[in-house]
């Protein structure tokens, strides 16, 4: 009985192997955060080691995204980084929204909760651990970009709009 239920595990390995969800990999600018904020080339480079494979619509998957079900688990990890903050269609909200995304990136760096542990965990991303450094580079330049916002619109048109209670 035993050989038969491993044997049953061993072909529901092997045959999950064969289904992939699809992969993050357009390349499309249009609306990237790049076309309408100033990202110098350090915070750009930054962006891209630790905070683009989840938070734009460009993953560079590892190896081991061949694996199922580790692409699976890696889908659903993009998938919801991508709801919280999406590089690539950053333009497309509203600048209310886009003042508040860049606030959320002051808070969630200066935590050291982004990038997310998972992501650096067993030295994997060695380029995502950054320094005090870098942190604080990322976080002055998206507080620059918040002013850039503050000195351009109305102050009422950066502020997020409180959704009625539900009753």
């Known amino acids: ?6 044997l049953g595990l ?20 249009t609306h990237n955060i790049s076309t309408k904020y100033v990202v110098s080339s350090d915070v750009q480079h930054l962006l891209a080691v630790s905070c683009n ?8 998957y590892p ?6 079900p580790v692409a699976w688990m890696l889908n ?3 998938t919801d980084g991508k709801r919280h903050l999406n590089f690539s269609t950053f333009t497309q909200l509203p600048i209310a929204v886009q003042n508040h995304k860049l606030g959320e990136i002051v808070e969630t760096v200066e935590e050291k909760e982004m990038p997310d542990g998972a992501y650096t965990l067993f030295g994997l991303h060695k380029e995502a651990n950054l320094t005090p450094e870098q942190r604080e580079l990322i ?13 351009t619109y109305p102050a009422d048109s950066l502020k997020m ?3 009625p209670a539900k009753s």
């Open 10 to 29: 061993a072909a529901i390995v092997v045959l999950i192997q064969f289904i992939h969800p699809e992969k993050n990999e357009s390349d499309d600018q």
């Open 76 to 78: 659903n990890h993009v």
């Open 63 to 68: 190896w081991y995204n061949n694996i199922q």
């Open 161 to 163: 709009k409180k959704r």
């Open 53 to 60: 494979d989840c938070h734009s619509n460009k993953t560079v």
């Open 139 to 151: 976080i002055n330049w998206a507080k620059t970009q918040m002013d850039t916002l503050k000195a």
């Open 1 to 6: 009985m035993k050989k038969k239920i491993l």
